[in-house]
């Protein structure tokens, strides 16, 4: 087996039997199912997009019969998905039997779908009976609520690009039970909205703004001057004593509650200089503590105004 830690399972002849892990990739039309998909399977996952949920039993038992398919993906949205409570109760079914679960779902701007759709002129899945697609965009984020409930993971890919949801997508498989909790850690700006994947987020606008000094303007937050300026305030220093404190002492429990991803997220008005400045300052204090977070400027490159 691949993990040291997982549970070993017998069969009838008391011969051990390698666990499957299923990962559902699920989510709204248009936000990356296809993309995560190929991201796992550049991973060795084996991967069927646009399977019927009641084959999915008998593709399991398959996979049961075959050496090295113990790791599968399935893309499900509203194409393939016809009664969610009973694809719901399915996957409970699966669990209970005792497949290794996990939910990602993937989401996007209502603005953002309509503009992708727009672009690849292709039809909505639920507009192929001449339902407009901003009212089928609408219907199917109802419909797909539940599978959101559920999931273990939530990435809104409205602001990253492909390579950027690929990379979140292979942080979340890596082969069985997550080693620890993987930590991102996020600049933004309220300006562009607050990010939906966020767990903790904090507003750091009561800091004093770099952007109404001319010579640091042009600049972001990693710019060493910038940097300087916004961790020089007595106010930066007095809340980056209590909120790393605050950190420390909250990490442990959310590992311990079986929480597999933190996401961090620090708001200024346009995402370009406070945030990106103590966004960095937090991920290197927690890289310092040995938890390797991943740091990502949500932001720092759009335009300003």
């Known amino acids: ?17 390698e666990i499957l892990r299923l990962t559902v990739i699920t989510g709204l039309s248009g936000s990356g199912i296809s993309t995560a998909i190929n991201a796992l399977e550049d991973l060795g996952f084996f991967c ?3 399977l019927p949920p009641p084959l999915l039993p008998k593709l399991l038992d398959l996979a049961r019969q075959v050496d ?15 009664d969610v409570a009973a694809t719901l109760a399915l996957l409970d079914g699966l669990v209970e039997g005792g497949v290794e679960l996990s939910i990602v779902f993937l989401e996007a701007s209502d603005a953002v779908l309509l503009r992708r759709f727009s672009v690849s002129r292709r039809p909505h899945p639920l507009g192929r009976d001449g339902l407009p697609i901003p009212d089928a965009i609408r219907t199917e984020r109802l419909v797909m609520h539940p599978f959101r409930e559920r999931a273990g993971h939530l990435i809104d890919t409205s602001d990253i ?50 952007h109404f000094i001319e010579a640091l303007r042009p600049y972001s937050g990693i710019n060493p001057e910038v940097s300087a300026y916004v ?4 106010a930066t220093a ?26 961090i997220a620090l708001g200024c008005t346009g995402g370009r200089h406070r945030s990106v400045a103590l966004a960095e300052r937090i991920g ?7 938890h390797g977070p991943t740091v990502r400027h949500r932001d720092v490159h759009k335009e300003r105004t």
């Open 231 to 234: 961790l020089g305030q007595p």
């Open 1 to 17: 087996m691949r993990d040291d830690d997982a549970v070993e399972q017998h069969g009838e002849d008391g011969a051990p039997v």
């Open 161 to 210: 690009n492909v390579h950027e949801c690929k990379r979140l997508v292979q942080s979340f498989a890596t082969g069985g039970r997550p080693k620890g909790l993987a930590l991102t850690v996020m600049s933004f700006g309220f300006r562009h909205g607050v990010p939906a994947e966020a767990d903790i987020v904090w507003d750091v606008r009561f800091l004093p703004n770099p």
């Open 48 to 50: 069927v997009d646009n």
């Open 284 to 290: 290197a204090h927690l890289q310092s503590a040995g």
């Open 68 to 82: 090295g398919f113990d790791r599968l993906a399935i893309g499900l949205d509203a194409r393939n998905v016809q």
């Open 238 to 263: 007095a809340f980056l004593e209590r909120f790393l404190g605050l950190i420390d002492a909250v990490l442990p429990s959310y590992a311990h509650e079986g929480k597999s991803h933190l996401t």
